[in-house]
């Protein structure tokens, strides 16, 4: 399908410094020239998303949520700001909105907003005005406070796929890599970009670690059928298109994925009863927290359960259990913060068994313990220590040759 309006996302490390910032605006101008009406969004230079949180945490050990969102969302207003600047002295006109501007309403959770509405007359206006239009990524705006709010960590990606869809564009996530691969190319230097990959294999490469693409912009990208195109700030060589359907591969393992980011969480002593693990998740998820993995074990009467967590939503769950106490009694929490997760992927798993097996293999001939295992139809998680993350990831992915194009039977 041919579109006459493209949002092109640009990532911290494409806007890092004034000459990138120059660069970006030179890309976008390009777009215009081609004859698109163009959408510009771009994220907080560099590490300046980092660099805000720290210094939130130096004046505040716990930072209150609605200032922190209004702290944050500074870096990208920033950004687009001077992207805009470097637009007009290439002799075109441009205007830079924050996200509430553009009209990006969300829920009211502080620091992981969900989308739900894009009010795009501003933005559509400016564009009929013949504007290149620049949208700050990662905030919004609640209608239930009247605040600004954050989208979570990348959320830039899912600003870019929401404007797509409510325009009716095309969505191009440009960043420092030029795809996604078979496994973090910082790691794995012999990864190889992939032509297409699916919807179902990406929200598993996102959710357990592939920072590439943010989980929530895939979600967005399948749930209003956009087709993203995932490439590189620095050249103009076709991506990776993220799309509905089988890959054009049809590999049995697509992809090895990791994340370093996990903290997983010990209870012991909790009562053996009908309604306790419904009790406690019911109180994690209230606290917007993301459980991943879980296990839990019956031994003497007593349970002992495991969960993992993002390392940000730490606070969030440790609040969460002390307040389960009353009902729940005396049970024994521990914090385990020296693991990390290894991943494959790969939608050909369902129809063929024993990549389970290969993969626990791989890692135990070399000396690679397990200490928690997941699984969904088209995924293998397994949680190891952390200082074995990068050895784990590229040895996987030489025990699955993903370096070699794959063998297609049909
Ligand atoms: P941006 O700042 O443009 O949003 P990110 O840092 O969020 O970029 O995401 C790009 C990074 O994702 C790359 O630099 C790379 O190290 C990492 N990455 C992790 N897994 C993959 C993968 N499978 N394919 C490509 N990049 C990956
Ligand atoms: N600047 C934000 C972050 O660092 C959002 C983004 O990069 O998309 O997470
Ligand atoms: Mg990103």
Redesign the pocket.
Known sequence: MDFDTVVMK?????VADPAKIQHVARRLVEAKQRGLRVVGTV?AMGKTTDGLIDLAHQVSPTPNAREFDMLLSTGERIACALVAMAIHDLGQVAISLTGSQAGILTDGAHMKAKIREIRGDRVKDALDEDKIVLVAGFQGFSRDTMDVTTLGR?G??ATAVALAAALGAACE?????P?????????VPN?RKLPTISYEEMLE?SAS??????LRAVELARNHGVRIHARS?FSDEEGTWVQEGASMEQPIVS?V??SENDVVFTLSDIPDRPGVAALIFDVVGSAHVNVDTIIQNVVHGNAEMSFSVPAEDVPATQGALESTRAELGAFTVEENHDLGKVSLIGAGMRSHPGVAAKMFRTLADHGINLQMISTSPIKISCMIARSEIPNAVRELHAAFELENEPFNEA
């Not at 640009?10 to 494409?14: H, T």
């Not at 795809?179 to 790691?187: M, Q, S």
């Not at 670690?209 to 943010?214: D, I, R, T």
């Open positions: 640009f990532g911290g490390s494409s994220s990348g830039t990606d996530i440009y960043s420092d890599v795809g996604v691969f078979t496994a973090d190319p910082r790691i990864a490469m670690g592939a920072k590439v693409l943010m700030t992809a994925t990791h």
